[in-house]
């Protein structure tokens, strides 16, 4: 503990307050994350966006005072009802200004599986890197594709989501 008449000196650094999380968000039993914008999704015992629909999330706006990268991570599968590798969704990560998402950005192809969310489903850890900027400081992810119009396992079929994890990258 410093006293009177001691001096601590050190090199300047500059800070920005970006409100970008350093945290997962858990999306069980959920169809929405508090803050974030959402179309076509609901619940099937995580956030699902809905099969045949173009769905997405758009998180809040971040304070980006400079560009800068953040990773995304999401644990997800493609749940395409009884009929196996018939759902063929591809999942976008972007950047935007927008609450609505875009098919646009990184992306990745999910193969539908007929397992259900915690009966043998095998997830994929997507982590994509989206550049942020003060023009686009929201990241969007959008799911679009069609499949399967059936299912004798229930529930909404879909991309499963566990969760969402968006952290500054250095």
């Known amino acids: ?15 920005s307050v970006t409100g970008i999380p350093y945290g997962t968000v858990s999306l069980s039993g959920t169809s929405s994350i508090s803050g974030w914008s959402a179309s076509n999704t609901t619940t099937n015992e995580y956030l699902c966006m809905k099969e045949g629909k173009n769905a997405y999330i758009v998180s809040m706006k971040y304070g980006v005072p400079a560009a800068c990268n ?22 976008y990560a972007s950047a935007t200004s927008s609450t609505s998402g875009s098919a646009s950005g990184t992306s990745i192809q999910l193969k539908g599986s007929n397992y259900l969310p915690n009966s043998g489903a095998s997830y994929t850890n997507w982590t994509p890197t989206v550049a942020l900027s003060n023009s686009a400081p929201r990241v969007s992810i959008y799911s679009t594709g069609s499949g399967s119009s059936w299912s004798v396992g229930g529930g909404a079929m879909g991309v499963i989501m566990k969760s969402v994890t968006v952290q500054y990258q250095l």
């Open 1 to 15: 503990m410093l006293g009177n008449g001691y001096e601590v000196v050190s090199d300047k650094y500059t800070t």
């Open 70 to 91: 953040v990773v995304v991570t999401i644990p997800m599968y493609a749940y395409g009802g009884s009929i196996y590798g018939s759902y063929k969704p591809t999942v």
